[in-house]
C-alpha cells in the first residue's frame, strides 16, 4: 500500500468536515438535523454497507476468518476496558464524570462513522467485510459496558443485551452473514437502492462529524491536558499497542489492517450522547472528541504508515 494513500484519503474525509463546519457556521445545519443525520447513518446508511459487504463469493476460508476476527476483537475489546480502567483511576482523575469519559473514549473508537468510510475507501469492501466483526463486537459492548458505564440507574445485563441484538446494524450483519453462507443474490430492484444509499456513507458521516467541530474553543481547550492525556491513549497508545498484537497473529494482511484502521479512529461521538442522557457536563466530552477528531488527522496516516513499513 502507499504510504500516501491514507494520508490522501484522511485529508479528503477532512475536507468533508470542514464542509460540515462551514454548513453549521452558516446554520444550513442545525443542531435537530444533525441529530436526525446521525439517526439516518446509523439506522439506514450503515446497515444498507454492512449488508453489500457480504456480497461476495462465498468460502469456508473467508467464513472461519471472519470468526477469528471477530472473536480476536472481542479480545481487544477486554483489553482496552481493563486498561483505561487501570491507565484513567481515581488516583489520577479525581473527577468521576471525567474519569467515566476518559474510559469510554480510550475503549471506543468512531469505527462506524469513520472507520468504515476510512476502511471503504483505502481497502474496499472487501476490507468492510473484515470491518463487520468490529462492529458487531463495538455495538454489543457499547450498548451493555458502555452504556452502563454513564447510567445512574443500572439495566439489567439481560435488558442491554437485548438493545445491542436489536440494533439494526447487527440484524444486517446477520441478514449479510445469510445472504453470505447461502449465495442469494438481491435482485436489483433491491440492490441497487441499497448501493445508492450505502453510498452515502463516506460523506454524510463526514459533514456530520464536522458539524461537532464547531463547539471547540481551540485558544482555550488547546491547554486542557486531561483531555490530551485521552486523545494521547485513544489515537496513538492503544493503536501502537494493537499494532504490535496484529503484527503477531496469523491472520490476512487485509483482516489485519482492517481491524488496526477500526481501532486507530478516534473518539466516539456517542460519549456526548451518553453524556446527555446521563446529566454530565457535556462540555469536556465534547472537547475530548472533538481534539481526538482533529487529531486523527495526523495519527491515523502515522499509524497506517507504521503498520505499512513494518509489512502488517
Known sequence: MS???????VVIMFILMIVGWICYQVKFLHEQTVKDLSKVLLYVVSPCL????FRQSFSAARLLQFGLVFLLVIA????????????FGKNLV?????????????????????????????LGTKGVFFAVPYLIAYNIFMWTHGIRMFTQKKQSFRESFRQAVINPNIIAAVI???????QVKLPDVVSDPMNYIANLNT??????????????????????KLAWSGVFVRNLFFPIVILGILYALPLPAIAKMTTL???????????????????????FPTKLMCLSTLGAIITIPLVICLATLIGL
Not at 449479510?176 to 447461502?182: H, P, R, W
Open 3 to 9: 504510504l500516501l494513500l491514507p494520508t490522501k484519503q
Open 50 to 53: 454492512i449488508i453489500n459487504s
Open 76 to 87: 481487544l475489546f477486554i483489553f482496552k476496558i481493563i486498561t483505561s480502567e487501570f491507565i
Open 94 to 122: 479525581k473527577d468521576r464524570q471525567k474519569r467515566t469519559v476518559l474510559r469510554y473514549a480510550g475503549t471506543y473508537t468512531n469505527a462506524g462513522f469513520m472507520g468504515v468510510p476510512l476502511v471503504q475507501a483505502i
Open 176 to 182: 449479510g452473514m445469510i445472504l453470505f453462507i447461502t
Open 203 to 224: 460523506p454524510l458521516s463526514m459533514i456530520v462529524i464536522g458539524t461537532n467541530l464547531g463547539s471547540i474553543n481551540l485558544k482555550a481547550d488547546w491547554q486542557d
Open 261 to 283: 484502521i477500526m481501532a486507530t479512529c478516534p473518539v466516539a461521538g456517542v460519549v456526548v450522547l451518553f453524556s446527555l442522557l446521563s446529566n454530565f457536563d457535556v462540555k
